[in-house]
T-cell receptor
Framework: NAGVTQTPKFRILKIGQSMTLQCAQD?????MYWYRQDPGMGLKLIYY???????DKGEVPNGYNVSRSTTEDFPLRLELAAPSQTSVYFC??????????????FGEGSRLTVL | AQKITQTQPGMFVQEKEAVTLDCTYD???????LFWYKQPSSGEMIFLIY??????QNATEGRYSLNFQKARKSANLVISASQLGDSAMYFC??????????????FGKGTLLTVNP
């Protein structure tokens, strides 16, 4: 199993450009998440999904969009990139809490720089 | 108010010694879960240990243990016999609620641990 796979790992964008960060998991997890990590600030939740077709905003959703058409995939779309979106982005997934801790399984992260 | 507070931005420990990383949390939900993750310099997030609010015993996983003091709302991570490979950023996180819509984790700002030889 590959776990959670994110692409690309690195990307440089110009201000105003758009892009999509891809995330796929092969663990059949219902729940998926996008976090961003800024230096000294921990991880902040951008968007999450509880299943195909269902998404909801997290703590810092402005400037981003998501979709969840399948259980496996949860892409994050950045529209009109701004320098404030320079960050490391993590996709994560988790299984149902029943019978488990609900720990998050993380991808390796995507480092995005907006210049 | 912050839900997860890690008051130690950085900590130093000598190899083979034990170290405690502090974490306090804030919730009014009687059911919650507490997590610790390790992030080495390579950047990946590694799950270390979990403590449920109703668990009677402190969680342990190898050299990691969680000192859970419910009344004080603290969930400190204890690493015994530190190794050079333990040098990393450590994050405390909380999930409020036991199910339904409550599965999101809220993270603290992290503590950077450096193990000296």
């Amino acid at each position: 199993n590959a776990g959670v796979t994110q692409t690309p790992k690195f990307r440089i964008l110009k201000i105003g450009q758009s892009m999509t960060l891809q995330c796929a998991q092969d663990m059949n997890h219902n729940y998926m998440y996008w976090y961003r990590q800024d230096p000294g600030m921990g991880l902040k939740l951008i968007y999450y999904s509880v299943g195909a077709g269902i998404t909801d905003k997290g703590e810092v959703p402005n400037g981003y969009n998501v979709s969840r058409s399948t259980t496996e995939d949860f892409p994050l779309r950045l529209e009109l990139a701004a320098p404030s979106q320079t960050s490391v982005y993590f996709c994560a997934s988790s299984y149902s809490l029943l019978g488990g801790t609900g720990e998050l399984f993380f991808g390796e992260g995507s480092r995005l720089t907006v210049l | 108010a912050q839900k997860i507070t890690q008051t130690q931005p950085g900590m130093f420990v000598q190899e083979k010694e034990a170290v405690t990383l502090d974490c306090t949390y804030d919730t009014s939900d009687p059911s919650y879960g507490l997590f610790w993750y390790k992030q080495p310099s390579s950047g990946e997030m590694i799950f270390l240990i979990y403590q449920g609010s109703y668990d009677q015993q402190n969680a342990t996983e190898g050299r990691y243990s969680l000192n859970f003091q419910k009344a004080r709302k603290s969930a400190n991570l204890v690493i015994s016999a530190s190794q050079l490979g333990d040098s990393a950023m450590y994050f405390c996180a909380m999930r409020e609620g036991s199910g339904g819509s409550n599965y999101k984790l809220t993270f603290g700002k992290g503590t950077l641990l450096t193990v000296n030889p």
